[in-house]
């Protein structure tokens, strides 16, 4: 007994030294970074998932307009405008100031056809985003004739600092008061949509698992999800460890993974700790409701579901999108697209080999419940793309030629890249004349010596717009009748 009382204290004490040895790290490690910013203090006061269960669509677009108010009053009217550089969204006189719009896409918005609608959808964009990443899609659904309802998710669209303290289940709150919106504009029998992307997936998902058990939900017919947010980082498990620090005011930085300048107008360049921890709370929480439901006749009513995802993404788990969501899915005519690497240039041998062959193995053999669909140059010996299809139930692959093709200057997509067309006036690689948000991120090009930009050059070099985003709007639109 003695030995083991001596074996557990000398253990007892190897953690304390290595915790408080990693707490010391990042300590130090955060108070490295620049100084925390009122958008990085100031946390408006949003409605709760309670209170959003309670309200409905007129009560919640007051409740944003209070939250704005509040952002302008005290984050924007007091600025030491000596202090913050003209190029920042939450300066009143900055080009990139969203108020200054002549629409400020971090609103939730109601979009109406000519006429009557057919149809409605609902769209739910991506953590530290806001409405303005899937206004593109809703455009197209209402030139069909559907009413199209973008959601802002509490915590986005206004300040960064929104983040520290938003939850999952008050996103999920606010998807489920759309869903009901949707149906008191658009009754059934009329078709309802649901649109998600990257975390706004997992949310859709995450919906459509809980309508199955609740009949007081209501179930759209379809789901459309791009990039979505199935599973991440397992490191982002542990992502609340990283801000212990910040209990004490004195490291409060401790509670950001990272401060960066804030010039996008439309979504966050700084992103706390709690971002990162709720994001695997909702990836955990939907895989073990997927899984619970496996063997459930209730998942047969689950709507078919529409997926487009990068072969390649930093933010998401494309494997995760196929085996913790895919593999269980009913034979209920799902599809799921993969963009693949641009294979016909190896870029001077720079492409790691892991992300070059990852599409092996990605994909169980056949046959699947489930119709997978590949866009690749692999076999064409050009740029041109090619479409490599599997239906569903069969081992038979058919090819079919695109009028597509890789820009020779672009070796993959990204995750932020799928839902915008190359003509997008913020993100876009040739953006139009017809809009103006006081940038166009998607042409930056900038070279010089390293240590003289205030962000990480692969922020720059992170493709913004999809160049086969033609592709991604037929497929959705072939399932829209």
């Known amino acids: 007994m003695t030995s083991l009382s001596r074996w557990l204290k000398q253990g007892t004490l190897i953690a304390c030294v290595a915790a408080l040895t990693l707490l010391a790290w990042r300590i130090y490690d955060s108070e490295r970074g620049p100084a925390l910013q009122p958008w990085h203090l100031h946390v408006p006061h949003e409605l709760s998932a309670k209170q959003l269960d309670r309200t409905d669509w007129a009560g919640w677009l007051k409740a944003e307009d209070q939250v704005f108010a509040e952002v302008e009053h005290e984050v924007s009217a007091p600025l030491d405008l000596a202090q913050v550089p003209l190029f920042n969204r939450y300066r009143q ?50 030139e069909l004739g559907y009413l199209a309802i ?36 658009v009754p059934a029998p009329a078709p309802l949509h649901l649109v998600g992307y990257s975390n706004g997936g997992a949310l859709a998902v995450k919906y459509s698992l809980d309508a199955l058990l609740d009949p007081q939900l209501p179930q759209a017919q379809r789901l459309v999800l791009v990039s979505p947010m199935i ?41 706390p700790v709690n971002g990162a921890r709720q994001s695997w709370l909702l990836t955990d929480a939907l895989q073990g409701q997927v899984l619970a439901l496996a063997d459930d006749p209730r998942l047969a009513r689950l709507p078919p579901i529409l997926a487009f995802q990068s072969l390649v993404d930093s933010t998401v788990s494309t494997q995760a999108l196929v ?30 080999p892991a992300s070059v062959t990852s599409l092996t193995g990605l994909l169980p053999p056949p046959p699947r419940n489930y119709a997978p669909r590949i866009l690749t140059n692999q076999g064409s010996g050009s740029s041109a793309m090619e479409l490599v299809s599997t239906v569903a139930q069969s081992q038979q692959d058919s090819h ?23 003509d997008d006036a913020l993100y876009g690689t040739q953006p139009t004349g017809a809009e103006d948000f006081g940038v166009h991120l998607g042409t930056l090009a900038a070279r010089g010596e390293r ?3 205030v962000l990480p050059m692969d922020e720059l070099m992170r493709l913004t717009a999809n160049p086969f985003y033609p592709y991604l709007i037929r497929r959705i639109e072939a399932g829209i009748d």
């Not at 992502?239 to 620090?245: I, N, S, T, V, Y």
Request: aromatic letters at 12%.
């Open 400 to 422: 079919e030629p695109l009028d597509l093709a890789y820009p020779p200057e672009v070796f993959s997509l990204s995750h932020v890249a799928l839902p915008f067309p190359t």
């Open 451 to 453: 240590g003289v930009l």
């Open 323 to 352: 085996s913790g969501l895919y593999r269980h899915l009913p034979a209920n005519g799902s599809e799921l697209v993969i963009f693949d690497l641009n294979r016909a240039r190896d870029f001077e041998g720079l492409l790691d």
């Open 93 to 142: 006189d900055s080009r990139v100031y969203p108020p200054g719009f002549a629409t400020d896409w971090n609103r939730s918005y109601l979009l109406r056809p000519e006429g009557p609608p057919r149809g409605v959808v609902v769209l739910v964009h991506g953590l530290t985003d806001s409405p303005y990443s899937l206004r593109h899609i809703a455009r197209r659904y209402v």
């Open 150 to 185: 973008g959601l802002r998710l509490p915590g986005h669209g206004t300040v960064p600092a929104a983040l520290t303290e938003a939850r999952w289940q008050d996103w999920l709150a606010a998807t489920r008061l759309a869903l009901r919106t949707a149906r008191a504009e």
């Open 231 to 271: 599973g991440v980082a397992a490191s982002a498990r542990f992502a609340g460890l990283a801000g212990w620090p910040a209990v004490f005011p004195a490291f409060s930085k401790a509670a950001w993974l990272n401060l960066r300048p804030e010039y996008n107008p439309f979504k966050y360049n700084s992103f």
